[in-house]
């Protein structure tokens, strides 16, 4: 167990304190929270490169813990119960939700069928991932201080188009791993 195997427990355990906050209303604690858990993805990153404590927990770990925090942000901030200022359109999180479900069923394909264990994260992958988080953070700036506007609607389709546009080029990467492994 590495401290950067910790760190991203840690970043785990604080999703349900996440939920909770916009559960009951306390906008500003889940900004801060989800922006802990950014700082605390950053620093078992740099950790894990600069002791050299990469290991196959973390690497299994680590997207775990980010992928877990988004997909609780996206359908809690969806939720129409939560009464909030302004919450996500529950199409966003069934659109994210559905792609990175294809992506794990296709990558337990690839793996079960061709023996591929590596599919890494691919550029538009990663420009998708970035762009839902700064959405999430737009989103909880709206409802905790009423900022920013009109960016919201902007990193929305973004986030939307980029979902689309990665989920896509992972399947042409699979089908290009496949014509490689047969």
Known sequence: MTLANLLTMFRMAMIPFFIMAIVYGHSVVALWVFLGAGITDALDGAIARFFNQ???LGAFLDPAADKLMLTSAFVVLALPAMNLAYSIPVWL????IARDVVIV????????????????????GKATTLFQISFIVGVLLKNSYGLPGPLLVFLMWSVAGLTLVSGLHYIWKMRELIKGAA
């Open 93 to 96: 999180p069934v659109l994210t």
């Open 54 to 56: 990469r290991s196959a």
């Open 105 to 124: 069923l296709l990558t337990l394909i690839l793996h079960l069928t061709y023996g591929i264990k590596s599919f890494p994260p691919t550029i538009p």
